[in-house]
């Protein structure tokens, strides 16, 4: 918004109806970023400092500009062009209300417009200016007197005696803001004295020892601002709050890098904080919580604890936790083999279960088939043997069958092949040996 200000101003002068007079550094008005290498801005405290300087640079341009403005207009007073005079200082108040020369300006412009004799008036405003200060002054009225000269010698700069009399006055209040400042002092009022001082600094810039006192009252404000600062980072420190201390004593520091107070305490509370952190990770290794006692031996180095020391304890806990790792997953592999092993006797004993499932009832079948229908015939030795035969070939079939579900088809087929010849119409032992053979390959 200032740069566009700062350029609107000195694109306008043909608007104003006057020509600004140039000077030596008018381009320096403008930066040339092709010859800026600002490179890469990335932390927040270099935008910071950049956009500083850029409302900087953006201020000395509008200074620079309104300066130029208020010596046309300055000039228009001295011709006598008052209407023209108010309008450029108009507008310079306009862009900068505080400038005390555009309004000082301004005043006498509206004072003189109209008037007869222009240079006539304008030195009897001048001389009005003065009596009133010289009214002021024999009053004690020295800020108002001197306001009244100061505006005396901004409209008439070749006015000797309001240039004397203001000096004067300034000297005057400069040394009254002194005496205020060492009365302040002597009362141990720091601030208050700097206050004055600088006050008396401001009127008139080669004050006697001034510089080196406000130096020395200075240096005194730090120590006591160190000093009560320390203190409440001790009060924090019996409350227990160690960090809290700590930042407070960095504010002490920063104050007085070579306050040895601050420092030695700084060193103990930082060394205890490191000694509570190493000793909270190892609590925390001895609950086999390694994670988090690495995290309180980072915290440890971070308030000065060895780092090679932290090192060692982070590299123990890293690799505990491997071999716990590694422990589950044996233990997790185990479960899982005993659970393969629990299912494959479960399925064995289901498989021995329906072996003999079925021999009982291939049993019973035979039991059944041989119990006689009708009016029982005489038992005879080859009716025995054929019947023994029977039973003998299902065991054998059986048999096969247990062979032949453990996928031994030889021995299966051998059962099977002794069944058929115990009993040949063992329909079950003939199915399953044309399985075994048809698997095989070949024939009995």
Not at 228 to 253: F, I, P, R, S
Request: charge should be positive.
């Amino acid at each position: 918004m200032l740069s566009r200000i700062a350029l609107g101003l000195w694109l306008t002068p043909f608007a104003w109806g006057q020509d600004l007079p140039k000077t030596q550094d008018a381009d320096a008005l403008f930066l040339n970023m092709a010859k800026i290498n600002l490179g890469t801005i990335t932390s927040e405290d270099d935008k910071k400092r950049f956009l500083y300087t850029i409302q900087l640079e953006k201020a000395r341009l509008m200074h620079k500009t309104l300066a130029g403005v208020y010596d046309n207009a300055f000039e228009l007073y001295q011709k006598g062009d008052y209407e023209g005079a108010r309008d450029l200082s108009a507008k310079i108040l306009a862009i900068d209300p505080n400038n005390e020369d555009a309004a000082i300006l301004r005043r006498a412009c509206v004072e003189l417009n109209g008037s007869l004799k222009p240079h006539a008036s304008a030195a009897k405003l001048v001389d009005d200016r003065f009596e009133e200060g010289m009214a002021l002054y024999r009053q004690g009225r020295l800020v108002e007197a001197a306001s009244r000269w100061e505006e005396a010698v901004k409209l008439s700069p070749s006015n000797l005696k309001a240039r004397w009399w203001l000096r004067k006055a300034r000297g005057e209040m400069a040394d009254d803001h002194f005496r205020r400042g060492q009365k302040a002092y002597r009362q141990h009022r720091l601030r208050e004295c700097l206050d004055q001082w600088y006050a008396a600094l401001a009127l008139n810039n080669r004050y006697p020892r001034l510089v080196p006192a406000i130096a020395k009252v200075e240096a005194e404000v730090r120590e006591a601002d160190a000093n009560e600062k320390l203190q409440t980072a001790l009060n924090l420190y019996g409350q227990g709050l160690v960090d809290e201390a700590l930042k407070m004593l960095d504010q002490v520091l920063a104050l007085g890098p070579g306050n040895a107070k601050a420092q030695k305490l700084q060193a103990e509370l930082r060394a205890e904080m490191a000694s509570q952190h190493v000793a909270a990770g190892r609590r925390l290794y001895e609950a086999r919580r390694y994670v988090d006692a690495e995290a309180e031996w980072r915290k440890a180095v971070s308030y000065g604890y060895d780092s090679r020391a932290a090192d060692q304890l982070i590299a123990r806990a890293s690799e505990q936790i491997r071999r716990e790792q590694a422990a589950r997953a044996r233990s997790a592999e185990l479960v899982k083999e005993r659970d393969e092993e629990a299912k494959r006797r479960a399925a064995e004993a289901a498989a021995k279960a329906e072996v003999e499932r079925k021999a009982k009832e291939a049993e019973q079948k035979a039991k059944e088939a041989a119990a006689p229908t009708a009016a029982p015939a005489p038992a005879g030795p080859s009716a025995s043997a054929t019947e023994e035969n029977r039973r003998q070939s299902q065991q054998y079939y059986l048999s096969g069958m247990i062979y032949y579900d453990k996928g031994d088809l030889e021995k299966a087929r051998n059962e099977w092949t002794h069944a058929l010849q115990l009993d040949p119409s063992n329909s079950d032992a003939k199915a399953g040996l044309e399985r075994v053979n048809s698997a095989l390959g070949g024939g009995q």
